[in-house]
């Protein structure tokens, strides 16, 4: 069985990854190849195929962001989406079934490949934005067809249109991991995790986040933290942004490229690649990331956001995750002392952290979205196969 992945995102990518383990599982010779529309997409569960290129707004150009779309175009934007259409066309007949994860974007993009289509929707909701007109016209086309929670599918099938909810982000830390991840963890009460995000502004959110845990540092003198850095971002540009903020920036060991410290107390420990361990063992989530925000309220953790005093970038998003994850997510303003105030009186506050975990656990819905989109996928691609 062939099949290709199209995503639409750089959490899209971890969410097809996902479900591509759940395939292998299925049907352990089948072909998965990956087709990501935007950024570089490289996993080890899928084989890179088809044009792709890292753009300036990692992929946020929905909703009329029109600066992100100024900036995309001017670094290429059509001639990457000619280019991946014109793959797409000359591929027609090769695959069995496209997995399409994200918005309708990808969705429109599969259609070049005259095959059946498994559709994953990861970002609208009745709770925020639902699906237009048009794009349920384009859902009607598919196979199969999946989106994020049970009020969304409700409302597409009462116009037409045949789909059933699975959140594949609820089993994105699900795997078992070795015993020892979370052991070498700094010795913390309590634990907080940054999660920078994976785009271009993860640099600078993630100096900020630093900055409220020095600030917090001051006044908890147990407190500590662990700083999530991306794949497809530098840990050195983190390292020397910390260490002209003052930080005595240490060698890190294992999976950890470097340590933080204020004189001999270390209090942050930097981590290539975010585990489940290392989630699970955290108090709150200092969150300005897409993806791993929802799979951070999915497990039952809170997370804080952080919308900075005058930036506008990125507030349309932040809102859309309030609606999507309601009192999981808290938004604090402000800079860096409110910031830190704010965080402060949350972890001072057990029972509204308790509040705050359910609220995500039922926001996100229940696990196995990914093992269903898999089960799909192996059907309709195996009929065609066979």
């Given at each position: 069985?062939?099949?290709?992945?199209?995503?639409?995102?750089?959490?899209?990518?971890?969410?097809?990854?996902?479900?591509?383990?759940?395939?292998?599982?299925?049907?352990?010779?089948?072909?998965?190849?990956?087709?990501?529309?935007?950024?570089?997409?490289?996993?080890?569960?899928?084989h890179a195929v088809g044009p792709r290129r890292a753009l300036p707004s990692g992929g946020l150009i929905a909703m009329g962001n029109v600066?992100?779309?100024v900036r995309d175009l001017r670094a290429g934007?059509?001639?990457?989406?000619?280019?991946?259409?014109?793959f797409l066309r000359a591929n027609r007949g090769v695959y069995d079934v496209a997995v399409v994860v994200g918005d309708v974007f990808g969705l429109w993009m599969a259609r070049a490949?005259?095959?059946?289509?498994?559709?994953?929707?990861?970002?609208?909701?009745?709770?925020?934005?639902?699906?237009?007109?048009?794009?349920?016209r384009l859902l009607a086309r598919t196979a199969r067809c999946f989106v994020r929670d049970a009020a969304t599918a409700e409302r597409l099938r009462r116009h037409?249109?045949?789909?059933?909810?699975?959140?594949?982000?609820?089993?994105?830390?699900?795997?078992?991991?070795?015993?020892?991840?979370a052991r070498d963890l700094p010795d913390a009460r309590p634990r907080l995790l940054l999660l920078p995000g994976s785009r271009a502004e993860a640099y600078s959110d993630g100096r900020f986040s630093l900055r409220v845990v020095r600030e917090l540092a001051?006044?908890?003198?147990?407190?500590?933290?662990?700083?999530?850095?991306?794949?497809?971002?530098?840990?050195?540009?983190?390292a020397a942004?910390?260490?002209?903020?003052?930080?005595?920036?240490?060698p890190g060991t294992g999976p950890s490229p470097f340590r933080l410290a204020l004189g001999e107390r270390i209090v942050v420990q930097a981590r290539r690649e975010l585990s489940v361990a290392v989630l699970r063992a955290s108090d709150v989530v200092l969150g300005q990331a897409g993806t791993a925000n929802e799979a951070a309220a999915a497990l039952g953790v809170p997370v804080v956001a952080f919308q900075r005093g005058g930036r506008r970038a990125g507030a349309w998003y932040r809102r859309r995750q309030m609606a999507l994850l309601g009192e999981a997510l808290y938004v604090a303003t402000g800079g860096v002392a409110?910031?830190?105030?704010?965080?402060?009186?949350?972890?001072?506050?057990?029972?509204?952290?308790?509040?705050?975990?359910?609220?995500?656990?039922?926001?996100?819905?229940?696990?196995g979205g990914a093992r269903r989109i898999a089960q799909a996928v192996v059907a309709v691609g195996g009929e065609r196969a066979s």
């Amino acid at each position: 069985m062939r099949v290709l992945f199209i995503s639409n995102g750089h959490g899209e990518v971890a969410i097809a990854a996902r479900i591509a383990r759940e395939v292998r599982v299925l049907c352990p010779d089948a072909r998965l190849d990956h087709l990501a529309l935007v950024g570089a997409g490289e996993r080890a569960e899928l084989h890179a195929v088809g044009p792709r290129r890292a753009l300036p707004s990692g992929g946020l150009i929905a909703m009329g962001n029109v600066p992100n779309i100024v900036r995309d175009l001017r670094a290429g934007l059509l001639g990457l989406t000619f280019a991946q259409r014109r793959f797409l066309r000359a591929n027609r007949g090769v695959y069995d079934v496209a997995v399409v994860v994200g918005d309708v974007f990808g969705l429109w993009m599969a259609r070049a490949l005259a095959t059946p289509i498994v559709y994953a929707g990861t970002a609208k909701s009745v709770a925020v934005a639902p699906y237009g007109r048009f794009e349920e016209r384009l859902l009607a086309r598919t196979a199969r067809c999946f989106v994020r929670d049970a009020a969304t599918a409700e409302r597409l099938r009462r116009h037409g249109v045949a789909c059933e909810p699975a959140n594949a982000i609820v089993d994105l830390f699900d795997a078992p991991e070795p015993e020892g991840d979370a052991r070498d963890l700094p010795d913390a009460r309590p634990r907080l995790l940054l999660l920078p995000g994976s785009r271009a502004e993860a640099y600078s959110d993630g100096r900020f986040s630093l900055r409220v845990v020095r600030e917090l540092a001051a006044t908890h003198p147990h407190l500590g933290g662990v700083l999530s850095i991306a794949g497809t971002l530098d840990p050195e540009r983190f390292a020397a942004a910390a260490r002209a903020d003052g930080w005595n920036v240490l060698p890190g060991t294992g999976p950890s490229p470097f340590r933080l410290a204020l004189g001999e107390r270390i209090v942050v420990q930097a981590r290539r690649e975010l585990s489940v361990a290392v989630l699970r063992a955290s108090d709150v989530v200092l969150g300005q990331a897409g993806t791993a925000n929802e799979a951070a309220a999915a497990l039952g953790v809170p997370v804080v956001a952080f919308q900075r005093g005058g930036r506008r970038a990125g507030a349309w998003y932040r809102r859309r995750q309030m609606a999507l994850l309601g009192e999981a997510l808290y938004v604090a303003t402000g800079g860096v002392a409110p910031a830190a105030r704010e965080v402060a009186a949350l972890l001072a506050d057990a029972p509204r952290r308790a509040r705050m975990g359910a609220i995500g656990r039922a926001r996100m819905g229940d696990p196995g979205g990914a093992r269903r989109i898999a089960q799909a996928v192996v059907a309709v691609g195996g009929e065609r196969a066979s």
